[in-house]
């Protein structure tokens, strides 16, 4: 597609397997993509010191969207977008609800500005429904649990990003693979599913990979790209 001017790139479950181990192949089509002169942006809800390190090891140079969205990087400054005080209110409300009280933070929660990402003991449906009424959003990474500002996600952020970097978030290709991803997919030009992805963002996708993670990112980047 002449029109993509970016691809943005979800990191868990998207350009990694399911163990979390990056996938050689879409290394190599980072690679390619960037050389060709179109840069590569990440959009995940890591929290940003992994994001910009995963960033320079990838040999990605677009701007990068950290915490579901909580918090971007571009034009070499980070902004802090989500409101962190939503999802300790709501943390505190699951700690006294007997059907949540024993979830906990995941590791480096301290490095978190925007949001509470919790241990996967339970599913994303037992969470909204103790927090049903609360002003914050849920969302079920497979690999996480994320409570956040709803006033932000990963598309909002991202439509930034892309402004930051003189284009329209309608000339990105997006790839994603989880619920998380929806808003993202939906702010981009060019909508992309691995086929590990939920079905929610398969029937939201332009196009559903025929291979998985890693392989899926590659097989859409020389699809479209190349």
């Known amino acids: 597609m ?25 290394i190599e089509a980072i690679r390619k993509v960037e050389n060709d002169g179109i840069p590569v942006a990440i959009v995940t809800g890591n929290i940003l010191c992994f ?5 320079i090891f990838l040999g990605a140079t677009g ?10 990087f571009s034009n070499g400054e980070m902004q802090v977008l989500g409101d962190i005080s939503k999802a300790e ?3 505190e ?11 906990n933070r995941v590791q480096f929660s301290d490095m978190r ?3 509470i990402a919790l241990f996967r003991t339970t ?7 103790v927090l049903t009424g609360q002003d914050v959003e849920v969302y079920d990474t ?8 709803p006033m932000v996600n990963k598309g909002s952020s991202l439509e930034i990003v892309a402004r930051d970097m003189g284009i329209s978030a309608k000339n990105i290709m997006a790839i994603g693979d989880s619920e998380n991803d929806i808003d993202f997919l939906k702010a981009a030009g060019h909508k992309v599913a691995v086929a590990n992805a939920d079905k929610e963002l398969k029937d939201l996708a332009d196009y559903v990979t025929r291979k998985s993670y890693g392989d899926g990112v590659a097989e859409a980047i020389e699809h479209f790209v190349f």
Request: hydrophobic share 40%.
């Open 142 to 149: 497979k690999f996480a649990l994320h409570l956040t500002d």
């Open 89 to 91: 209110k709501a943390y």
């Open 123 to 129: 599913d994303g449906k037992n969470i909204r429904d």
């Open 51 to 55: 994001t910009r390190a995963v960033s």
């Open 113 to 115: 500005v925007s949001e």
């Open 93 to 103: 409300f699951l700690k006294r609800d007997p059907k949540t009280q024993n979830l």
């Open 63 to 72: 701007g990068l969207v950290a915490e579901n969205g909580g918090v971007i």
């Open 2 to 26: 002449k029109s993509i001017k970016a691809i943005a790139l979800d990191i868990d479950g998207t350009i990694t397997d399911h163990t979390r181990k990056v996938c050689i192949s879409a």
